[in-house]
């Protein structure tokens, strides 16, 4: 099967199983505050990811990745969306276009839209410098992504069996490259020691990408004639997996993704520890349902309410939010009991 019609599957597919609901936001909870002393307009969504200052800690996570014409409009709305609301976005794998120059148009059309806005790029962790330095350039990308999918790949009939040397390839696009390396999951988080690890081949950041919201061993399952059930509930919870992050690489920058559907789920993250929050498939789902207007109007209203639950909880930075009190329950408190994390 070609890589632009498998991507195509993968939308639909994704569109079709939804997002899950076991992120662990759910176990996580606010202290109510009666006394905040904040008005509404002295709340600021900035932040920082590294180096990268960013005017809203939220993101439009990496997606479709060669799919031609379709992969073109939806990255081109999603660039629009980008651009109009102040959000950084990230593309799907480059590594179609890398292969097939045809479709090096349907990425281009993001700086295109929005050439002032926060771009990364995205590659597996199998891509070679030279694969990586194009595809930074074909989006004059502020950061490139490598997504790490083990899962996925074990789940796709046509998938990748060999996941030697991932370390070591990810230490040396960070040397050579020109623009920082973040690297993420996709949908099935990263442990504390992982996140070690790859503060030691000196990523700039880590994006979490846990369990509970698009899930790509179910996806798989449906493109497979015997399919793997116990890859669809694998994983660490997004939750749990900031935490996790944080635990023992406390100043590396954290993105929470996996399972993000609302403004609470956002606030949660950056609660837990995490400097930005990423949303994929609830974008896409909003993008297929209600256009690129729509789209725009939801992450504005996201933002808005973004700032009352700030205020309510007295935060007027991203950084003060970081530091409010919270309850954590059920699995993820057990979860966390267990790997030792007060
Ligand atoms: C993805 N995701 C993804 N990630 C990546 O690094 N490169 C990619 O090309 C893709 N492709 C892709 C296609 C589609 C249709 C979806 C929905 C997702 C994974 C994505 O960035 C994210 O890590 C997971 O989807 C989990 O986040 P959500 O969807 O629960 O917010």
Redesign the pocket.
């Known amino acids: 099967m070609s890589r632009s019609k498998r991507?195509a599957e993968?939308?639909e597919l994704?569109l079709e199983t939804g997002?899950l609901r076991g992120?662990g936001f759910e176990e996580v909870a606010f202290l109510h505050r009666s006394i905040p002393d904040t008005s509404h307009d002295s709340i600021e969504l900035k932040t920082r990811v590294g180096e990268l200052a960013l005017s809203s800690p939220i993101f439009i996570?990496?997606?479709?990745?060669g799919g031609g014409r379709q992969t073109y409009e939806i990255n081109r709305d999603l660039a629009i969306a980008a651009r109009e609301t102040g959000v950084g976005l990230?593309v799907?794998?480059q590594m179609s276009a890398l292969k097939n120059r045809e479709e090096i148009y349907t990425y281009e059309v993001v700086r295109k839209e929005n050439p002032d806005g926060i771009v990364f790029s995205?590659l597996?962790s199998e891509a070679s410098v030279e694969q990586a330095k194009e595809a930074v350039k074909m989006v004059d990308a502020d950061a490139l992504?490598i997504?790490l999918?083990v899962v996925q790949e074990l789940t796709m009939p046509e998938g990748d069996r060999d996941f030697r040397g991932v370390l070591h390839r990810i230490e040396k696009l960070v040397d050579c490259l020109d623009v920082p390396v973040i690297v993420?999951?996709?949908?099935f988080g990263m442990s504390m020691e992982t996140v070690e690890a790859l503060k030691g081949a000196g990523v700039l950041a880590v994006?979490v990408?846990g369990y509970?919201?698009?899930n790509?061993g179910a996806i798989e399952n449906r493109r497979r004639a015997k399919s793997l059930p116990f890859f669809e509930e694998w994983g660490i919870p997004t939750a749990v997996s900031v935490v996790e992050a944080k635990e023992r690489s406390q100043n590396i920058p954290v993105i929470a993704?996996?399972?993000?559907?609302s403004s609470l789920d956002i606030a949660k993250s950056l609660a837990l520890g995490a400097e930005a929050a990423?949303?994929?498939?609830?974008?896409?789902k909003v993008l297929s349902q209600e256009g690129r207007d729509g789209l725009i109007a939801e992450i504005t209203s996201i933002k808005e309410e973004l700032k009352m639950i700030m205020t309510a909880l007295g935060a007027n930075t991203i950084k003060d939010l970081q530091k409010v009190p919270l309850l954590i329950s059920g699995h993820t408190w057990h979860w966390l009991d267990q790997r030792g994390i007060d």
């Open positions: 991507k993968h939308i994704a997002q992120s996570n990496a997606m479709t990745g990230a799907g794998s995205n597996g992504q997504h999918n993420k999951e996709t949908g994006d990408s509970g919201g698009t790509f993704s996996g399972g993000i559907q990423a949303l994929a498939g609830y974008f896409l």
